[in-house]
């Protein structure tokens, strides 16, 4: 589904992506993994047209997508999630994802009918499997940190994507919060056959969902494989686990 | 359900106050039907400026400028050409449109502050053409005595033509921005980057805000040559999109009819300062440190700000 070759991204002549391997089949979950600095977010900035690669290929569904602005990549089918809440702060929880259901509808040139009907009940079940539906009608900037980060994915699932990159999901959330994250992340894989491609610090559920690891240092991928080759190939212990006992979940 | 009573109330709502605003023209005596004239004027100009300020969280530093285009299009159609006048009342809106595609293209794909400074030095150009094109604008003296259509030629008139365009053009821009395309606005308001990352074209949108606001400023335009039947320089000059900006900010820039408060406020505090002291844009001043101190979302914000508090209290209780 998603094949990168050989990506670069230099800025002010540090290389950021230097040389970035990846390949995501339909339907798996692919984590990418290695120490702060390595290069994941710029990666996934890369892959969403956040950010215009230097060199290298970004293939999705066998189309190129390298350059191409972020509302086209997708509209191509790649819905992402941010390292950082990225949320619409003075809108209401629905109206968050109402957005992105419009977006994919084509229906945000609208300008005469009101808003407030549209798409009520597909925002209102991508709450409801996220878990926020309770929550629709409060203004967004004042959820916990651990609901707007749900909300960071539920906002990305109302693009309806094939593909679903998610930056550091879990960043910041309680254990409490962290696993209900990594359920929702099961069920839109196993249940909705979502291909999911996430960046996570969290080895134990890394290890735990993945069902291949990509690891990047320095900008570069050391290994892309299932879990347990990542786990015992030497390169990745001396450059990034820095020995046995920090994957061994 | 809910949404629908909510609806029938509103709209009741807003017929009243039509009826009401309709029927003061029975009572008022010319003068307070003239300043009411042009607070309608010039909060249509500020809720336009609201659309892609406070909706849209465009750095719209120079609106003045499209209200300027559309009085002067129609008073140099009413005073030069020889078209009927409603062909005039068409074209200003219109070419206020044209002149906000125009720097829109320009202006838009930068950054917030760059798009205001790059507005300003492109609304401050149209302004010197104007103020120098003596032969065909009338330079620094404007144009005087424009042959308003008899109908509306009275102050009675005017003002029952200014609330007819005000409200319907109120009407417009509130289906606007409570459609698909002003909550994608102001999606784009609080987050361009995350927009883009739903499939939203961020620029288009922009660019289409801002469109429509230089539309209603131009239809403001005309609403203040039909009151005052003349038109001159100042119209445009950035001085006056910075009052109608302190007018967005006081009345309350993230509510609909804050600037039309906001406005209201203003052009009487004008009128009354007026009378005592030519040092008016002093007051201003203070208006401006006040607001800034004492109330950064506004007189409409605050009051919407303690309903909702009072809304949750209620619930909790």
Request: with cysteine.
């Amino acid at each position: 589904m998603l094949r990168v070759t050989d990506l670069e991204k230099s800025f002010d002549g540090f290389k950021a992506v230097a040389g970035a391997n990846l390949h995501v089949a339909p339907s798996e979950v692919v984590a990418v993994i290695g120490p702060n600095g390595a290069g994941k977010t710029t990666l996934f900035h890369l892959i969403t047209g956040q950010l215009a690669p230097d060199r290298g290929q970004i293939l999705f569904k066998g189309e190129p997508i390298a350059g191409l602005a972020p509302h086209k990549v997708c509209r191509r089918g790649i819905g992402r999630s941010y390292q950082v809440v990225n949320v619409f702060d003075r809108l209401t929880v629905l109206d968050n994802v109402r957005i992105a259901v419009l977006a994919r509808e084509g229906r945000t040139w609208n300008l005469l009918r009101p808003a407030s009907g549209m798409c009520r009940d597909e925002t209102v079940n991508i709450l409801e499997s996220a878990g926020l539906a309770g929550k629709a009608g409060r203004i967004c900037a004042t959820l916990s940190h651990g609901d707007r980060k749900v909300l960071e994915i539920a906002i990305a699932l109302g693009s309806r994507p094939e593909l679903l990159i998610l930056d550091e999901p879990t960043a910041g959330m309680s254990p409490e919060e962290t696993a209900a994250t990594l359920k929702l992340m099961q069920r839109l894989s196993q249940e909705m056959g979502l291909t999911l491609l996430f960046c996570e610090h969290d080895m134990e559920m890394v290890f735990s969902i993945a069902d291949r690891i990509m690891v990047m240092q320095q900008g570069r991928t050391i290994i892309q494989d299932t879990p347990e080759k990542v786990r015992a190939d030497k390169r990745v212990r001396e450059a990034y686990l820095g020995g046995g006992d920090t994957c061994s979940a | 359900m809910k949404a629908q009573s909510a609806g029938i109330r509103k709209t009741g709502a807003a017929a009243g106050a039509l009826t009401g605003f309709l029927l003061l023209a029975l009572v008022l005596p010319r003068f307070y039907l003239y300043l009411l004239s042009l607070i309608l004027a010039t909060g249509l100009l500020a809720t336009s400026l609201n659309l892609v300020l406070g909706f849209g969280g465009m750095y719209q530093f120079h609106h003045s400028v499209f209200y300027g285009v559309g009085a002067y299009c129609l008073a140099l159609i009413l005073t030069r050409s020889g078209l009927p006048a409603w062909i005039g009342y068409l074209a200003a809106p219109l070419a206020a449109s044209v002149l906000g595609l125009v720097m829109g293209l320009l202006t838009v794909r930068l950054s917030k502050l760059y798009f205001g400074m790059l507005q300003i030095s492109l609304g401050s150009l149209v302004w010197a053409i104007v103020y120098r094109w003596y032969s065909f604008t009338g330079g620094d003296d404007g144009i005087h005595g424009i042959p308003v259509p008899e109908l509306i030629g009275t102050s009675t008139g005017a003002y029952v033509f200014a609330v007819l365009v005000t409200a319907a053009s109120l009407a417009v821009m509130y289906c606007i921005v409570s459609s698909p395309f002003g909550m994608t606005f102001a999606g784009i308001r609080d987050n361009p980057e995350r927009c883009r990352a739903v499939g939203i074209d961020v620029t288009a949108h922009q660019l289409a805000g801002q469109v429509l606001a230089a539309f209603f400023a131009g239809v403001a335009g005309t609403l203040f040559v039909t009151v005052e039947g003349s038109v001159f320089p100042d119209m445009m000059f950035w001085t006056l999109s910075l009052e109608i900006l302190i007018m967005c900010l006081l009345g309350g820039w993230f509510t609909f009819f804050g600037p039309m408060l906001g406005a209201a406020i203003i052009v009487m505090l004008r009128t009354v300062v007026g009378i005592y002291t030519e040092y008016w844009t002093l007051v201003l001043g203070l208006v401006l440190i006040l607001l800034i101190f004492f109330l950064p979302e506004g007189v409409l914000g605050i009051l919407q700000k303690g309903r909702q508090a009072g809304g949750k209290d209620a619930a909790g209780n």
